[in-house]
């Protein structure tokens, strides 16, 4: 089974990352407003169905994939 | 207007992060067979419709966000 998780820095969190890129791509011409970076991880588990599989990622999720504190994760599963 | 842009390394490219994500994953006692990462970015731009939107950011992966040669992107759009 596969899984996409999304990881992005909360709202109100300073995301430095995506100030430095909103600035490069201005500098390119781009009118961008708001930039915000975070991590996609795609993971490839065994797991005996999808619910199983997205509590799984849940779990890894809040032991090491995302910093609850600071980050949201959103989690995709797609079936092979 | 919002876009999601997915960049994530190409195929048979070395991804040294998500092996040491895997790696951390198998030692907390989850069942990974494979863990690439990569980036999303979420840019809010101005463009006159999808079809400009998309065409924009397309350029902004091209000159900025990706990495082509070891990297490949995906665009989501999303009207606001």
Redesign the interface.
């Known amino acids: 089974m596969r899984a996409t998780v999304?990881?992005?820095p909360k709202q109100g969190i300073l995301d430095p990352q995506?100030e430095a890129?909103q600035g490069?791509?201005r500098k390119?011409g781009?009118?961008?407003?708001?930039?915000?970076?975070?991590?996609?991880?795609?993971?490839?588990?065994?797991?005996d169905g999808a619910e199983e599989a997205r509590a799984?990622v849940e779990?890894?999720c809040v032991?090491?994939?995302a910093n609850p504190l600071i980050e949201s994760f959103e989690i995709q599963l797609e079936a092979e």
């Open positions: 999304l990881v992005r995506g890129v490069s791509l390119l781009f009118d961008v407003s708001r930039v915000r970076v975070g991590r996609v991880l795609d993971v490839e588990l065994a797991a799984q779990r890894m032991e090491l994939l």
